[in-house]
């Protein structure tokens, strides 16, 4: 009886702290600050990618599968041993891809300040919203499209070692991405970028 009681006992108190953890959950969202930017859906590291024709992470299907960027084989070009003739068609290559992106990027950045504005006047439809979200798809699209064919180009300019040397720089060819941080490469934005944990 004694051991029934204790165990009854326990129960009760493991659910009574059950019941206060989920009483003193936070229902804070992880979006806490950004209900102040001018876009919601825009940081003001995301915009000033998308003015400068950055890839915003939009061509990591090419960099995480070995096939490099421009900008980052321009960046390396003495690491990797590029020669003039290599320097000067990457060159062309990423004034090519940087010229495509600026645009695409502006355009992105307007349809979401529509979108978002829609929303803060409450003017938002159903019509409107889907007519938007199709504009903002098809911009992105375009825009993934001219950062990841910019990638695609790349390994027809560059040896074979090239491109495994600049993996390597790059931190691509260590087991563990979290564990080595390249040289030059914010900590924090590359944990975050390999789903790090923190």
């Not at 060159?91 to 979108?115: D, N, R, S, V, Y």
Request: aromatic letters at 6%.
């Amino acid at each position: 009886m004694k051991i029934q009681n204790s165990f009854i006992i326990s129960v009760i108190l493991i659910f009574l702290f059950c019941l206060t953890a989920v009483g003193q959950h936070s229902h804070a969202s992880n979006y806490v600050g950004q209900e102040k930017r001018q876009i919601k859906s825009l940081s003001k590291s995301d915009i000033d990618d998308l003015k400068n024709g950055r890839g915003w992470g939009l061509a990591k299907a090419a960099e995480l599968n070995g096939v490099p960027g421009p900008i980052h084989l321009l960046e390396m070009e003495d690491e990797i041993s590029l020669s003039p003739k290599q320097k000067r068609k990457i060159g062309i290559l990423f004034q090519t891809m940087k010229t495509q992106a600026i645009p695409l990027g502006l355009k992105l950045i307007e349809l979401e300040k529509k979108l978002n504005g829609h929303f803060a006047d409450n003017t938002i439809t159903e019509t409107v919203l889907r007519s938007l979200l199709d504009e903002i798809a098809k911009v992105r699209s375009n825009l993934r499209y001219v950062h990841l064919s910019s990638h695609l180009k790349t390994p027809e300019i560059l040896s074979p070692q090239q491109i495994q040397l600049y993996n390597k720089n790059r931190g691509y060819s260590a087991d563990d991405p979290c564990l080595n941080i390249p040289k030059g490469h914010d900590p924090q934005m590359w944990k975050k970028h390999n789903n790090c944990p923190e």
